[in-house]
C-alpha cells in the first residue's frame, strides 16, 4: 500500500509515521519544506519529497508524487506560522486546493484530511457537538476562518469526485511530548525559562470559565490510521473527555491560577503580539474559549476509536516535556529561536484588525 502524507514531519504527521512504520509491507512517501534528518527510526523508513505546497508549481510535484497512492492524508496547515514563514493563507489555502487538484489529476482513490473542531458555529459552552454542527467558524480567528474554507472546499471536491472517497478528520488541540518546543515557541517565545513551566510556586494567568479538550497525536494517529484501513469516508470528531479544568491546567503548568479576566489577558497578549514581546495572538484566547467542545462517539463506533491517553495524560506529558525543555527531531518540532525585534511581531497575525 502506497500512502503519502502532506505534513508528515509536524506533530500529527511525526505520530502517524510511528504508527505507520510499524508495518512493513506499506510505501511511506513524506511531503515537508524540508526534509528532517533521518536519524529517527519512522522518518528513516519515509521517502522524502520537499515540497512547499503553496508553491504553484506544487501541483505537478504533488501530481507526480501522487500517481499510484493508495490514499493521501492532507496534513499541511501553517497553525500559528513565524512571520518569516510563508504567507499562512498561501500555505493553508492555496496549499490545500493545489493537494485536491493534484489528488484529482492523480486519481487517488482515498483522501483524509484534517480539519478541526474550530470550524463548528460556537454553541453553549459545556453542550457537546456531533459532526453535524454548523461550519460557520469564529470570524475573529484566521485558523478557524481557515478550516471553514477547508471544509467548504471540501465538499465542493465531493460533489465533483464521487468516486474518492473523502474522511476529515476535526479533532481538538492535538499534543504530544515531541511537540514540546513548537508548542512552547506558538505559546512562550523565548523569555519564559522553561524549567519554570510546573514549579508549584508558578502562577498560571487563567481566566475561571476555561475548559480544554485535548487529544495525543498518538491516538489522532491511531483514528488515521483506522480510516486508511477502513477506507472510511466522512467526518470525525476526535476528543476525550472530560475536557481539563481552568485549575487542571494551572495545577499542570504551574502551581496555582493567577485569577485574571480574559478581556485583560487578551489585551496583555495583544500588546505583547504587536511588541514582539510574545508570540501568541490574542485571537488564539478568544477561540480557546468559544470552540466548541465535541462529541467522538462515531469515531468510537464506526472506526473502533479507543484513546490510549485521557486529557490529564497527555497534559502532563505535554508539561513535563516542556519543562526539561525536550525538542523532536524534524524543523516545525524544533523551531530555531526567533529573531526578536522590538516592535515587530514573531508571528504572523491571526486577525486582520491587529
Known sequence: MKIVITGASGNIGTALLRSLSRTADRELIGIARRRPPLTQEHYSRVRWIECDIGEPAAVSVLTDTFTGADAVVHLAWAVHPRRTDPPMDRTNTGGSAHVLRAVSAAGVAQLVCASSVAAYTPTDRWRRVDEYQPRTGLPGSAYSRGKVALEAELDAFEHREPAIRVARIRPCAVVQGDAAAELGDWLFGPWLPRPLIGRRWT??????????????????????????????????????????????????????????????????????????????????????????????????????????????????ELAKKMHAGHAGRSGPLAPARPRVRFGRPTHQSQNPLY
Not at 483506522?226 to 473527555?241: K, M, P, S, T, Y
Not at 503548568?253 to 503580539?273: D, K, M, Q, Y
Not at 488564539?284 to 490510549?308: I, N, T
Request: one cysteine or more; a positive charge.
Open 203 to 316: 502562577p498560571v494567568p487563567l481566566w475561571k470559565d476555561l475548559r480544554l479538550q485535548l487529544v495525543h497525536a498518538d491516538d489522532v494517529a491511531a483514528a488515521v490510521r483506522a480510516i486508511i484501513e477502513q477506507r472510511a469516508a466522512g467526518a470525525f470528531n476526535l476528543a476525550v473527555d472530560p475536557p481539563l479544568s481552568v485549575q487542571m491546567l494551572a495545577t499542570t503548568f504551574g502551581g496555582f491560577r493567577a485569577p485574571v479576566s480574559r478581556t485583560i489577558l487578551a489585551a496583555g497578549a495583544a500588546a505583547g503580539w504587536r511588541l514582539g514581546l510574545l508570540p501568541l495572538h490574542p485571537a488564539w484566547l478568544d477561540l480557546a474559549d468559544r470552540v466548541c467542545l465535541v462529541d467522538s462517539g462515531k469515531a468510537r463506533r464506526e472506526l473502533g476509536w479507543v484513546p490510549r491517553y485521557d486529557a490529564g495524560a497527555a497534559c502532563n
